[in-house]
């Protein structure tokens, strides 16, 4: 299947500060990338979906300007927690979708942000 | 709106037997596509398999299959011969391919499954 990266798997930072997670397709072109959100031991949550040259499309009860979302390239899609907070503490994971027939999403390992 | 239900919490299986990881769903689309995805502990969500609402054959994919009754509107995976291995999250997943929907999965709560030895 295609692969899709995600950096950094892991970060840890202080309240107030900015995060930038990036995801890339490795293989192939996304022409939209998708972000999640998922706490422990929920199922993922659509954050937004990212297409690549235009702006963002979030989902209802997600803040744009807490998260910022930039799709500048067909392989690169960056996710920006702005002023984290502990509450933001969370897996984000993105997934671009393929180009086969079943338009499968491929996802990335994901991020584990840690707000303290 | 799209619903996706998995009513299995979690549950045991014992290597090498079957287990069947139920997935109901709720839409009025005509057109949509259903996926199964594994999430081991790690958290990476790895692909396992893909059913179209109007392919009329179920999905194969090594030892999983999908068992897909339209009418009935479920799309149960089927792992046959459990590896230690296959513990992990499921998750069932559904995307509506209106144009409108942006090709967006609506993901059911997930089944852990644990393998026993």
């Known amino acids: ?116 | 709106a799209q619903k996706i239900t998995q009513t299995q919490p979690g549950m045991f299986v014992q290597e090498k037997e079957a287990v069947t990881l139920d997935c109901t769903y709720d839409t009025s689309d005509q057109s949509y596509g259903l996926f199964w995805y594994k999430q081991p502990s790690s958290g990476e969500m790895i692909f396992l398999i893909y059913q179209g609402s109007y392919d009329e054959q179920n999905a194969t994919e090594g030892r999983y299959s999908l068992n897909f009754q339209k009418a009935r509107k479920s799309a149960n995976l089927v792992i046959s011969a459990s590896q230690l291995g296959d513990s992990a999250m499921y998750f069932c997943a559904m995307r509506d391919r209106s144009k409108a929907a942006g090709n967006k999965l609506t993901f059911g709560g997930g089944t852990r499954v644990l393998v026993k030895p």
């Open chain 1, 1 to 116: 299947g295609a692969v899709v990266s995600q950096h950094p798997s892991r970060v840890i930072c202080k309240s107030g500060t900015s995060v930038k997670i990036e995801c890339r397709s490795l293989d192939f072109q996304a022409t939209t990338m998708f972000w999640y959100r998922q706490f422990p031991k929920q199922s993922l949550m659509l954050m937004a979906t990212s297409n690549e040259g235009s702006k963002a499309t979030y989902e209802q009860g997600v803040e744009k300007d807490k998260f910022l979302i930039n799709h500048a390239s067909l392989t690169l899609s960056t996710l920006t927690v702005t002023s984290a907070h502990p509450e933001d503490s969370s897996f984000y994971i993105c997934s671009a979708r393929g180009t086969a027939k079943t338009d499968t999403q491929y996802f990335g390992p994901g991020t584990r942000l840690t707000v303290l």
